[in-house]
């Protein structure tokens, strides 16, 4: 069976969409019609001659260039968009992994995380200790209530599945300590940024935790309130169908529980989102495997990883409908310059070049057997 839908994968891609959405069960193509929409488009141009010797060198032959089809996916219920263009998405996922970079990150240590207790402050309620982490309170704070959890490790490449578990325990016994403390804070995020590309301004190995009061973070009651949406128009699971057009495309499985999925709408390069009821899932253990996988075989070597974590207590809006999202995205090689983000980006719609189905393929055999 494995077998079957690997081979299916391999023959899919992300430019032939249509063909794929085309080929599945009349229930599974009406799905996806429900949540996704599809629109191509193609670009035509003329080069002059005196740029052939280089459209070869760098895309193969000039007539690669001169018509090119760009897939737009739009998610009809979160709005998120995506611009595949065929030109890209049909490289293979390869990615320099830069040779200087681990002489890069040695030569920033120490650095205040190499000793915690002794050069970073302490929340009022103190620091929580793992195995292999630390909390501090982060020094410029994007909320009231804004940590730090600290890895024993500087090199922010070099964990292992244990170092994310207890990093994400600790997390999670910091948002419950925050908790204690006011219990108007219930709305807890994690992220992890990875390397100077991601935002981190510190490269030592390191995430960080926020509980905020009133209301969720905007983009995670934007997930609520579509989920919601989706449940009153449609009178079905928002996430389950979710997760069934990408497991019924090839790009979503589950293992120990655990949702994965190739985003079909990334925010940017290999977006991979994971969906699990609780933290007390296998969550934590397939996180670290999917990250493991991204760098192992898709080089990637920066990164941010959220998770949107539900309300700590009892709100007056419906949380029913939203299991733990988590999202990590590729950002690239960490010493280039040239940013990853743009205005359409921020303002627009992500343009990506990796293809969901390629992700998928890498990802499938490094993360066990599939239920």
Request: charged share 25%.
């Amino acid at each position: 069976m494995q077998q079957r839908i690997g081979a299916a994968l391999e023959q899919s891609s992300i430019v032939r969409l249509r063909e794929a959405v085309e080929s599945l069960s009349p229930s599974d193509s009406a799905l996806f019609e429900r949540l996704f929409r599809v629109d191509a488009s193609v670009g035509e141009l003329i080069p002059p001659e005196h740029m052939a010797r280089w459209i070869e060198r760098y895309f193969g032959t000039v007539d690669a260039v001169t018509r090119q089809e760009v897939l737009k996916i739009t998610n009809r219920w979160t709005l998120e968009e995506t611009l595949f263009n065929e030109l890209r998405a049909r490289r293979p996922l390869e990615a320099r992994i830069p040779a200087d970079l681990e002489n890069e990150i040695l030569k920033t240590a120490p650095d205040p995380f190499c000793e915690p207790e002794l050069n970073t402050p302490s929340d009022t309620f103190g620091r929580i200790r793992g195995r292999h982490s630390v909390t501090a309170s982060n020094i410029a704070k994007y909320d009231g209530l804004h940590g730090v959890v600290i890895f024993d490790e500087h090199d922010p490449l070099a964990f292992t599945e244990e170092i994310v578990i207890d990093a994400i325990d600790v997390a999670w016994q910091w948002f419950d300590k925050c908790h204690q403390v006011d219990p108007l804070a219930v709305y807890p995020f994690f992220m992890w940024n990875c390397l100077w590309k991601s935002g981190a301004s510190i490269p030592h190995g390191h995430a960080q935790v926020s509980v905020t009061r009133g209301a969720h973070y905007g983009k995670v009651e934007r997930l609520r309130r579509t989920a919601l949406e989706y449940r009153d128009h449609e009178g079905g699971s928002y996430w389950d169908d979710f997760y069934r057009v990408h497991e019924a495309l090839g790009v979503g499985a589950t293992f120990d529980g655990v949702r994965v999925m190739a985003h079909l709408v990334p925010l940017k390069e290999k977006e991979v989102m994971l969906l699990a009821p609780s933290i007390n899932s296998n969550l934590p253990e397939m996180i670290a495997k999917v990250l493991r996988c991204l760098i192992t075989r898709l080089n990637v070597v920066s990164f941010n990883l959220v998770i949107s974590v539900p309300p700590l207590a009892a709100t007056p809006e419906d949380w029913s409908e939203m299991p733990l999202v988590v999202r990590i995205v590729d950002r690239g090689d960490p010493l280039n310059r040239t940013s990853d983000f743009g205005a359409m980006e921020l303002y627009a719609a992500s343009v990506v070049s990796s293809d969901p189905f390629r992700v998928a393929e890498a990802l499938w055999p490094s993360l066990g057997p599939r239920f």
